[in-house]
């Protein structure tokens, strides 16, 4: 769908060229809007898409060295303990489960509420 929105868009773009040299700035700036309307939803299209995948970066398990407090809760995982629910917070909190050495954790942050587009 996005390019199909794409070619119309560079087709409007191909007729203000041909209008300036031909017809008139007028013509031009008439096709150079309708590009503009046609990237626009070309652009609502990707971002919706976006929006129905969980993106990359949430889902790919890191090291407990690349955690840092600015990235607040997370979902921590054992390894060793296969099955069970991930932790969700971080290691300053009281009832941390896990030891930060400990080989086998893994964590992932936590998506934001509207990634989904919840408000």
């Known amino acids: 769908m996005a390019s ?12 203000s060229i041909s209008d300036l040299t031909e017809i008139g700035v007028r013509s031009a700036a008439c096709h150079i809007r309708n ?20 993106p990359h970066i949430y889902t790919m398990p890191r090291a407990p060295m690349d955690w840092h407090q600015d990235f607040g ?3 921590w995982w054992d390894e060793d303990a296969a099955g069970s629910p991930p932790y969700s917070g971080n290691p300053y909190d009281d009832d941390f489960p896990f030891v930060m050495s400990h080989s086998g954790l893994w964590w992932t942050p936590l998506p934001p509420v509207n990634l989904w587009g919840k408000k």
């Open 4 to 15: 199909v929105g794409l070619h119309a868009a560079a087709d409007c773009i191909k007729r």
């Open 35 to 54: 590009a503009q309307i046609e990237l626009a939803k070309v652009a609502d299209e990707l971002t919706l898409a976006a929006s129905r995948e969980v």
């Open 73 to 75: 809760n997370a979902l």
